[in-house]
């Protein structure tokens, strides 16, 4: 069976399947939550589909930027790539501003509450923290403290996020870049993204 017709029948499962009787989680039973549990199985196998979703919908929205939102995440993940970063690190450059469109005062923690399960505690603190760490590069143009990052500055990660920033976050403008496609990500989201 291919990825499309099992996420097709994923899809119609978790249509159809059965219910809890339940109002209130303190009137639910153990029999409830028998039905309930199996379902987070099909649920995580959706989550792929749900994120290529919402970084296909970063591409009708710029933001003032020179490029799209889905362009500057497929060129910070294909600087990475081509910098020779693992796959855990390209994944998380390519979704590390996927809530930007969702939430902009606080896109990190979308994109942090994503990769928790599935990446390492280096590579979660850097997605969780790049905003702050982006800020150095145009912070002071907005009367803010572009300094802010030296609050982490004791941590374990600081130097994994600051170079994230000054390599290829902060450098994935470039409208001439010739970044790699969705298409060619799409596979290591769903091998990521497969189950914690």
């Not at 499962?13 to 549990?37: C, K, L, P, Y």
Request: hydrophobic share 35%.
């Amino acid at each position: 069976m291919t990825d499309t017709a099992d996420r097709t029948e994923a899809n119609a499962a978790h249509a159809v399947a059965e219910r809890a009787g339940f109002t209130s989680f303190e009137e639910s039973t153990a029999q409830d939550w028998a039905i309930i549990a199996p379902q987070l199985e099909v649920t995580q196998s959706l989550v792929a589909d749900r994120v290529m979703s919402l970084l296909r919908d970063l591409e009708s929205d710029h933001g003032g930027f020179p490029v799209n939102r889905l362009e500057h995440s497929l060129q910070t993940a294909t600087r990475a790539e081509r910098g020779g970063e693992d796959d855990e690190y390209v994944f998380c450059a390519l979704i590390h501003d996927i809530g930007d469109t969702l939430s902009p005062y606080n896109h990190p923690d979308i994109a942090a509450g994503i990769v928790k399960p599935f990446v390492s505690e280096a590579n979660h603190f850097m997605v969780k923290n790049h905003g702050i760490f982006q800020g150095y590069y145009f912070w002071h143009h907005l009367g803010m403290d572009r300094d802010a990052r030296e609050e982490f500055r004791g941590s374990e990660h600081f130097e994994l996020t600051e170079r994230f920033c000054e390599v290829y976050d902060q450098t994935a403008f470039d409208a001439d870049y010739e970044s790699l496609p969705l298409e060619h990500y799409e596979p290591l989201v769903r091998e990521i993204l497969r189950g914690a």
